[in-house]
Nanobody
Framework: QVQLVESGGGLVQPGDSLRLTCTAS????????GGWFRQAPGKERQLVAA????????YYKDSVEGRFTIFRDNAKNTMYLQMNSLKIEDTANYYC??????????????????WGQGTQVTVSS
């Protein structure tokens, strides 16, 4: 059974940094796409960043490019989202997800097969 477990969320001030961690268990994902999504209250879930597990190609939503970095450690089956210069509008529940079918076009569009339970990120002064 595949499980994704996120950690690293919290309450921070504008300008601070956080690193989210997503650890996968149950199988390996040598050719998958990993993604970080977020959903704020009353808003749709949105893809924030994605990475090709095998070669490390990345995608970022415009509003986070230059501030967020997605990376993975294949040996640990773990994906990370380093978030710097956090803004109040980054406040949301953040989810990691894995797309193993890779049928989407563009490559990061999913659909995603496995999801974590979410970790809350709150940016407030």
């Amino acid at each position: 059974q595949v499980q994704l477990v996120e950690s690293g969320g919290g309450l921070v001030q504008p300008g601070d940094s956080l690193r989210l961690t997503c650890t996968a268990s149950g199988r390996d994902f040598p050719t998958a796409v990993g993604g970080w999504f977020r959903q704020a209250p009353g808003k749709e879930r949105q893809l924030v960043a994605a990475i090709k597990w095998s070669i490390g190609t990345t995608y970022y939503k415009d509003s986070v490019e230059g501030r967020f970095t997605i990376f993975r450690d294949n040996a640990k089956n773990t994906m990370y989202l380093q978030m710097n210069s956090l803004k109040i509008e980054d406040t949301a529940n953040y989810y990691c997800a894995i797309d193993v079918q890779r049928n989407g076009s563009p490559w990061f569009s999913g659909p995603y097969d496995y999801w974590g339970q979410g970790t809350q990120v709150t940016v407030s002064s």
